[in-house]
């Protein structure tokens, strides 16, 4: 995954941070990530705050890490990339 690991790490999902404390947090939906502020701009808006599952090297539980903070700024190109790249992992999730 391009966008979504940081090298040494193996990429497991995406997920709102915005939960109740205690609640399990809900996987992101791909479709749902960027809000648009119009085609005149280079950038799309995070919609909610992103934490990213992730596994460090050698671990077999999930760390989580924040990914993107609601209202962050990221290049169309760049948000097009991680909703490519979570739009694949789900996918792989489904399979398996």
């Known amino acids: 995954?391009?966008?979504?690991?940081?090298?040494?790490?193996?990429?497991?999902?995406?997920?709102?941070g915005d939960n109740e404390p205690g609640q399990e947090m809900e996987p992101a939906d791909p479709a749902e990530l960027f809000a648009?502020?119009?085609?005149?701009?280079?950038?799309?808006?995070?919609?909610?705050?992103?934490?990213a599952c992730i596994y460090l090297p050698g671990t077999v539980r999930t760390s989580h890490r924040l990914f993107a903070t609601a209202g962050r700024r990221i290049g169309r190109h760049a948000a097009q990339k991680i909703t490519d790249d979570l739009?694949?992992?789900?996918?792989?999730?489904?399979?398996?």
């Open 87 to 96: 739009t694949k992992a789900r996918a792989v999730q489904a399979a398996t």
């Open 1 to 16: 995954m391009r966008q979504l690991a940081t090298p040494g790490t193996e990429f497991v999902d995406l997920v709102w």
């Open 36 to 51: 648009d502020p119009g085609e005149h701009f280079s950038y799309v808006v995070v919609a909610r705050p992103l934490v």
